[in-house]
């Protein structure tokens, strides 16, 4: 029987700029993107008839096509061959519409997925075109790692690694939609840009408290009051723990800090995990290898 079952990191922003709104709807980004170890699990087997979705603990939209299913679609067209019966099972650890791109991750499993079972020679940038007919962010996560994404994600540059640290995430109640707050970006005065070049440069250099010094993200500049206030105070609650610098994710409105300290960050997680149920320890992942 054909089957495979993969983990499917999360993303952080490390940097999040937008460049402006283009022709076709979308906006160019340039971003500092890095996976983490919260993930899904994803197992793809070959069974039965059409396209089978199974996940534990959420709710699959009845009646429209699902993300993984157009991915499997978009994957066999690519290779001009019909799409076998296949079975999906998620396991779900990733807090949905967080900014963390859990979505897209089970995506890019899917497809790192068929293409282990089906097409093992296809090569990485074929497996990223195929997921930016998905979603923006599903090329980063099939590619995994520390890389600088432009364009709407797709244009990857790869950078040395974020250096060991211990990453804390907490995912206050409330949720960011996509698409409303790039639109709360356009014609936003956005004030001082992260600092994308000094990110790179402290990625190269190795040096953890200079990463740490240059997270930012222009999509905290449009929250409202209230969101803003909630996502300061997680921020806040980092640094008292310890955090060498804290940021939000993507659009948010998972808050992320980085610590050089495990302990600290055991002791961060545990603080913050009183208030905010969805509070996460992690690591940082790097390039998946079997794509190489
Ligand atoms: O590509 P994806 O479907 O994940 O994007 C979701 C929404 O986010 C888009 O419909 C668009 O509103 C917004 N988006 C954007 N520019 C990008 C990526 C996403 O405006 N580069």
Redesign the pocket.
Known sequence: MKTITLEAPAKINLTLDILGRRAD?????RMVMQSVSLGDTVTVTESGDGFALLAEGITLPAGKTTLEQRAAESFFRYLDRPVPGLEVRLAKRVPAYAGLGGG?ADVAAVLRGLRALYAPELPRRALEEIGLSV???VPFCVHGGTCLAEG??EHLTDLPPLPDCAIVLCKPDFGLP??EL?ARVDGAELGARPDTAAMEAALVRGDLPAVAGCLGNVFERVLTEEEGAEIRCIRAALARCGALGAAMSGSGPTVFGLFDDPARAHRAAEALGQKYRQTYLAAPVKKFRELE
């Not at 709807?25 to 980004?29: A, I, P, R, V």
């Open positions: 709807g979308y906006h160019d980004l897209s979603g923006s962010d709407r994600g996509t698409p790039f």
